[in-house]
């Protein structure tokens, strides 16, 4: 075996760390889950099932594409369940699955959260923004 420098030990570990944290399911999920359309279709489906139109009204500025998608995807993650029946035309209803159900309160509380903490982030993205605009500010006098 090659003996490494501590730089290229440096760079292995952190690229083992970039492969873990994309494979990781906790992180796949969370990326789920922090997706806008998801939960607003999460909470649109909170009052039981609906079809593919009144979905689309329910969540305003989805595109088709982004709402199939998104509801494939919780398909898919056992979170809303598809169902068909056949009749013309074909009618298609999404509902949560109990899954998808557990789901909510957490749903619920991070909202909570943020509506009770909303104005204290808008300030400090403020005061954030402030300072970097002056730090930025100075360093093109002096440069």
């Known amino acids: 075996m090659a003996t490494q420098t501590a730089a290229q030990r440096r760079r292995a570990e952190a690229l083992a760390y970039q492969d873990y944290v994309r494979e990781c399911p906790t992180s796949r999920l969370l990326d789920r889950i922090g997706d806008k359309w998801v939960t607003l279709l999460m909470v649109a489906l909170s009052d039981g099932p609906r079809r593919y139109g009144e979905l689309h009204r329910a969540?305003?500025?989805?595109?088709?594409?982004m709402l199939t998608q998104s509801l494939r995807a919780l398909e898919r993650d056992g979170l809303v369940a598809r169902s068909v029946t056949p009749s013309v035309p074909v009618r298609v209803d999404y509902e949560l699955t109990a899954l998808g159900a557990s789901l909510l309160p957490v749903l619920r509380?991070?909202?909570?959260?943020?509506?009770r903490h909303m104005t204290q982030v808008g300030e400090a993205r403020s005061e954030y923004d402030e300072a970097h605009t002056e730090r930025v500010g100075r360093l093109a006098r002096v440069g």
């Open 59 to 65: 969540v305003p500025g989805a595109s088709q594409k």
């Open 109 to 115: 509380a991070i909202k909570e959260w943020a509506e």
